[in-house]
């Protein structure tokens, strides 16, 4: 029996016009290539971190 095992490398949603990166398992980290695209990082939440440490970061909180 063949067992197929699927996982997501990399999960984005956009939220009331933010992206929300609630997964990143990439080595540089989709942020840093969103702000290279020319993405500010008021428009980037890092929904994989806690509110509480989203504050400390230089990204948007929600």
Do not use: P
């Given at each position: 029996?063949?067992?197929?095992?699927?996982?997501?490398?990399?999960?984005?949603?956009?939220?009331?016009?933010?992206i929300w990166?609630?997964?990143d398992g990439t080595e540089e980290g989709v942020a840093t290539e969103l702000v290279k695209a020319g993405i500010t990082k008021d428009r980037i939440?890092?929904?994989?971190?806690?509110?509480?440490?989203?504050k400390d970061s230089e990204f948007a909180i929600a």
């Open positions: 029996m063949t067992r197929r095992v699927h996982g997501c490398l990399i999960h984005i949603d956009i939220i009331d016009g933010k990166i609630q997964r939440v890092l929904g994989f971190r806690s509110e509480e440490l989203r």
